[in-house]
C-alpha cells in the first residue's frame, strides 16, 4: 500500500500510455495518487481524470513558474472549484527563485491568494519552495498567524531550518526521488529526524525519477524507490513505511476518501 502525494498526470508524457502506467502503478502497490496542479486554467483537464478513476484525486492551484500568467488571481478562483469531490488541496504553490521564471512580488502575491483559499476551506496546500526558504518562511509565518492552515512541503530539498519551521506549523514534509540521488545525503540527514506522522513520499511525475531509474520519465510505479530509500533511512520495514505514509496521506488530505484505492 504506496501513496504517490504528487505527480502530474494530466500532462501530455504520458499520453501515449495513459493506461499501462496506471497498470505498473497498481502492480508497484500504488493505491492512490494526488494529481497536482499547474494552472488553474487547465484543471477541466485534471478533473476529467480525477472523475474517471476512483483513486486519483486532483488539486487546485497555480505554480510559482506560471504566476506571471495570472497577475489578478484571487482566493476565490480556487475556491469556486473546492466542493468538487475530487478537490482534495489548493496547489503546488509557492515560490521558485532558481529559474524566476516570474517575478518575485508576482510569486508571493499568487502563493498568498492561495493560502486564503486554504484558510477560507480547510483544505491542505501543497508548497513548492525552491531556493526561497527566506521568503517562504516569511509568508507562511505571517499568513499562519492570521489563521492557521495546513499543508505539506512537496519535494523537500530546503535546510534543516526550514524543515524545522515548516514542521512548527503543523507541515508535512514529503520525499521525492532526490532522497535517492548521490548528492542528497543533507536532505536524507534532514528526513531521519522527520517524525514519522509527518512524512509522505511522492514521485513528482514525470520529474525526478529515483535511483535507480533516474534519467527515464519518472511515474507512480517509481514511488516504491523513494519509499524504500526513505524506509532505509528512518531504519524500519517497507511495509511500516508504507502504512505510515499512507496513513499520513489521509490524515493530512481529509477529504480523500480511502476506499478509492479499494477500486483501482
Do not use: W
Amino acid at each position: 500500500m504506496l501513496v504517490d502525494t504528487h505527480c502530474h498526470l494530466d500532462f501530455n508524457d504520458f499520453e501515449d500510455d495513459f493506461e499501462e502506467m496506471l497498470q505498473r502503478a497498481r502492480e508497484s502497490g500504488v493505491t492512490a495518487m494526488l494529481n497536482a496542479g499547474n494552472n488553474i486554467g487547465e484543471i477541466d483537464k485534471q478533473l476529467e481524470i480525477s472523475e474517471k478513476y476512483p483513486f486519483i484525486y486532483t488539486a487546485a492551484g497555480v505554480h510559482p513558474h506560471n504566476a506571471a500568467e495570472y497577475p489578478n488571481v484571487k482566493a476565490e478562483d480556487f475556491i469556486k472549484y473546492c466542493g468538487h469531490k475530487k478537490v482534495v488541496a489548493i496547489g503546488e504553490c509557492g515560490l521558485d527563485y532558481y529559474y524566476d521564471y516570474s517575478p518575485k512580488d508576482l510569486q508571493i502575491r499568487v502563493l498568498r491568494e492561495q493560502i486564503k483559499a486554504a484558510q477560507e476551506t480547510g483544505l491542505p496546500l501543497i508548497i513548492h519552495n525552491r531556493e526561497s526558504d527566506e521568503d517562504m518562511a516569511a509568508v507562511l509565518g505571517e499568513e499562519y498567524a492570521k489563521k492557521p492552515f495546513s499543508g505539506v512541503i512537496h519535494c523537500f530539498s530546503s535546510s534543516r531550518e526550514f524543515a524545522e519551521f515548516a514542521l512548527s506549523i503543523g507541515f508535512y514534509l514529503s520525499a521525492s526521488g532526490m532522497i535517492t540521488f548521490n548528492k542528497s545525503n543533507d536532505i536524507r540527514d534532514i528526513f531521519a529526524d522527520v517524525p514519522p506522522d509527518r512524512l509522505l513520499v511522492e514521485t513528482d511525475a514525470p520529474y525526478l525519477a529515483p535511483v535507480p531509474v533516474r534519467g527515464k520519465r519518472n511515474e507512480s510505479s517509481f514511488v516504491k524507490y523513494t519509499a524504500e530509500k526513505l524506509a532505509q533511512i528512518k531504519d524500519i520495514s517497507f511495509d511500516e513505511l508504507a502504512e505510515i505514509t499512507s496513513n499520513n496521506f489521509y490524515r493530512l488530505f481529509r477529504k480523500a476518501s480511502d476506499k478509492g484505492r479499494y477500486a483501482f
